[in-house]
């Protein structure tokens, strides 16, 4: 797997497939873990996307409420909520976008891939569902440690023989957000203006902000270089931390998370032109790009190495 420049037209992921020609306008979207932390705002801010036209909310506890409470948005997309897991089929049936930010978050001195035992079974038994009810829709998946719960869900769809490397996207987005804020700040921009390429995978030295591809083109002195490539590699640890103990990043990841889902959903409409990051399988993407070399090549080694170690913990995870 790598991170790479995800061109979000249908015609360069191949998404034409995807949606039954004559579809009704808007799509269909189910969001699994959505009573959570990241759910509960991911699933107001989705309710508010005007390219949805039906929303399906799926949890193990909580549900109903958040439910209703959402369906009083007066926005367009119809609101159904789904509870427990006899429920998990009905909510992905028909899907255009799975979104999953189901799972355990980290407390301050643990590392992301101490929720590897809790997460990978649940990411396993939802993506088991998305093979049998929706394997054409995309998935957006949350849950952490990213770099390993992808190649989970890669060798479920493979074992289901659903599998397309070009719809299972690993959500980095929040690592870019962080990154064009935190170099906004040092530039003196307006973040909105800024535009910070993250590659690699979501963990430590794993995330790779190409600080020289920064748009608008600018350059850095060293310390700024290792302030704003340490600031961006620990961004999820400084929230933990701050949170002290009631868990992680939670609205800057649904803001994240909807930025990106949003720029699915456009390149899925066919929208030229979509550009967004996401760690994925590729072969477009590999370490030989002389562009990210020239400048990163001890990073990307240092990031290689453990995204290897992190993607065969989970594909042995999935085999056993
Ligand atoms: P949370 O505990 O607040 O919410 C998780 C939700 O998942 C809960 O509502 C829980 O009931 C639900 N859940 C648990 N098991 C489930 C199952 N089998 N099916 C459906 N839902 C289930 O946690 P959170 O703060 O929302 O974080 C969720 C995950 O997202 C964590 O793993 C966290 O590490 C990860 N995360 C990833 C990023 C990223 O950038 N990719 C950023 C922030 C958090
Ligand atoms: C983040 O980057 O904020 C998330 O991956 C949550 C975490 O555990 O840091």
């Known amino acids: 797997s790598n991170s790479q420049m995800m061109e979000g037209s249908s015609m360069n992921l191949g998404w034409e497939n995807?949606?039954?020609?004559?579809?009704?306008?808007?799509?269909?979207?189910?969001?699994?873990?959505?009573?959570?932390?990241?759910?509960?705002?991911?699933?107001?801010?989705?309710?508010?996307?005007?390219?949805?036209?039906?929303?399906?909310?799926?949890?193990?506890?909580n549900t109903p409420g958040?439910?209703?409470?959402?369906s009083h948005m007066d926005t367009g997309a119809v609101v159904r909520g789904f509870l427990g897991k006899e429920k998990l089929d009905e909510a992905l049936t028909g899907m255009d976008l799975v979104?999953?930010?189901?799972?355990?978050?980290?407390?301050?001195?643990?590392?992301?891939?101490?929720?590897?035992?809790?997460?990978?079974?649940?990411?396993?038994t939802l993506c088991e569902g998305i093979a049998r009810c929706c394997p054409r829709a995309i998935v957006n998946l949350i849950s952490n440690p990213v770099n390993s719960t992808v190649a989970i869900a890669a060798e479920v769809f493979k074992k289901a023989g659903t599998y397309d490397p070009k719809l299972l996207l690993g959500v980095t987005m929040l690592d870019v957000v962080r990154a064009n804020t935190f170099v906004a700040e040092v530039l003196g921009l307006d973040p909105r203006e800024v535009d910070?390429?993250?590659?690699?995978?979501?963990?430590?030295?794993?995330?790779?902000?190409?600080?020289?591809?920064?748009?608008?083109?600018?350059?850095?002195?060293p310390e700024e270089v290792n302030y704003l490539t340490d600031r961006i590699q620990n961004g999820g640890t400084e929230v933990v931390e701050a949170k002290a103990g009631a868990g992680s990043a939670t609205l800057s990841m649904a803001y994240a998370a909807v930025k990106f889902a949003d720029a699915c959903l456009r390149g899925l409409r066919g929208e030229a032109g979509v550009v967004a990051y996401a760690f994925l399988e590729s072969q477009a993407c590999s370490a030989s790009q002389?562009?990210?070399?020239?400048?990163?090549?001890?990073?990307?080694?240092?990031?290689?190495?453990?995204?290897?170690?992190?993607?065969?913990?989970?594909?042995?995870?999935?085999?056993k």
Do not use: W
């Open 18 to 61: 995807c949606r039954a020609k004559g579809a009704s306008p808007g799509f269909k979207v189910a969001i699994l873990g959505a009573a959570g932390g990241i759910g509960q705002p991911l699933s107001m801010l989705m309710k508010m996307n005007p390219l949805v036209s039906v929303l399906h909310l799926y949890d193990v506890v």
């Open 290 to 319: 002389p562009c990210y070399l020239d400048v990163h090549v001890a990073g990307l080694e240092k990031a290689k190495k453990e995204l290897a170690a992190s993607i065969q913990k989970g594909v042995s995870f999935a085999r």
């Open 66 to 70: 958040v439910t209703a409470d959402i």
């Open 99 to 124: 979104i999953i930010p189901a799972g355990v978050p980290r407390k301050p001195g643990m590392t992301r891939d101490d929720l590897f035992n809790i997460n990978a079974g649940i990411v396993k």
């Open 196 to 221: 910070v390429p993250v590659v690699g995978g979501h963990a430590g030295v794993t995330i790779l902000p190409l600080l020289s591809q920064v748009k608008p083109s600018c350059s850095f002195t």
